[in-house]
Structure formats: structure tokens, C-alpha cells
């Protein structure tokens, strides 16, 4: 059984991984914002050019763009699911199941400390 000193301790762990996981997230997110304006601002320059710019070329910028959007959307969404977290934290309401109310499995806990479900209720909400 878990004394209160533990779980205290172990709280600040996780409060403290999902923190640097915050602070990675919002670097990435940053040079992908980075990266898309400066993709958008070649693009505008290249429009008003007088060269012509081979199709693959303009294909293979159009991909890494539509790649960038991609992941902008998931590290967005990663990093609500940090925030969520660190919030449920100082509610006092971490690691129970946002469905059903039951303590989230610690093994899960420490796998993806953003869970926000048990794993019941994951596996029924992706139709296993």
C-alpha cells in the first residue's frame, strides 16, 4: 500500500515529466510554425518569379507543408491532453478515468501520464 509521502513523491514526478513534456512540445510546435510561415513566405516570393519551378519541386514542397500541417495538429492536440493533465493535478482529480470515474492502471499512468481514460474504457471508446 502506497503511504501518503509516495504518492506525494510520485506526484511530482509525473508533474514534473509532463512539465519538460509541455516545454518539448511547445519548442516543437514553435519550429513547426516556424518552418510553415517561412514554407509560405517562399511561396509568395516564388509566385511573383519570373522562373518556373519544376513540378516535382512544387510537389515535394506541397507534401512537407501538408506533413507540417499534420503534425501541428497532433502535437496540438498532445500538448491540450499535458495540459488537461497537469490540471487534473492540481484539482486533485489525476488519474481517474474520465469515462467511469475508476483509478487509471499505474503501469498506464507512467506509460502516457496524459491518460485520461482506464483502459477499459480506451479499448471500448476505439471499438476493441
Request: aromatic share 4%.
Amino acid at each position: 500500500m502506497a503511504t501518503a509521502q509516495n504518492t506525494t513523491a510520485r506526484m511530482k514526478g509525473i508533474k514534473k515529466r509532463l512539465q519538460e513534456e509541455r516545454e518539448r512540445l511547445e519548442a516543437e510546435l514553435h519550429e513547426i510554425v516556424e518552418r510553415t510561415a517561412h514554407t509560405a513566405e517562399l511561396e509568395q516570393a516564388a509566385e511573383l518569379s519570373t522562373y518556373d519551378d519544376h513540378p516535382a519541386d512544387l510537389a515535394s514542397e506541397t507534401f512537407e507543408r501538408e506533413k507540417d500541417l499534420a503534425l501541428e495538429g497532433n502535437i496540438e492536440d498532445l500538448l491540450d491532453k499535458v495540459n488537461t493533465a497537469l490540471e487534473k493535478i492540481d484539482d486533485s482529480t489525476y488519474g481517474l478515468c474520465d469515462s467511469c470515474g475508476v483509478e487509471i492502471n499505474t503501469s498506464r499512468i507512467e506509460a502516457l501520464p496524459w491518460a485520461s481514460l482506464c483502459l477499459n474504457c480506451q479499448d471500448r471508446l476505439e471499438g476493441r
